[in-house]
């Protein structure tokens, strides 16, 4: 594009719900994560050919998005705080919501269920 500004296009390969769509635009950081105990579990990352991260929301808690965690900034901007307790439930739904979702709403508690099962194993 030229005067310092760049254009990237993006795409997920995989089909994913709609509700679960989110775009943010921010520098980036490497940062490591719980992706490899997670995968010891269930299996190989389901996007594995894409990117995981996580980033700051307007919320006080937690979301999960297909490669991506939305968590509340007050929780992010304290550098004392252990984010693992939230971070881990939401990657584990990259497992079992997102790559794999429930047929209608009356099932969001399977999605839920295998998230909270997912913080339990990882704490084990």
Partial sequence: MGGGRSTYTWKLPHAISTYLVSLNVARL????????TQASMFGEYPFLDTKYGIVAASFPGGMEHPTLTSIGSSILANASRDITTLLVPELTHDWWSDRVTMC??????LNEGFATYGEVLYLE
């Fill in 29 to 36: 950081s490497e940062i490591k994560n719980h992706i490899a």
């Fill in 104 to 109: 209608t709403w009356d099932d969001i508690w």
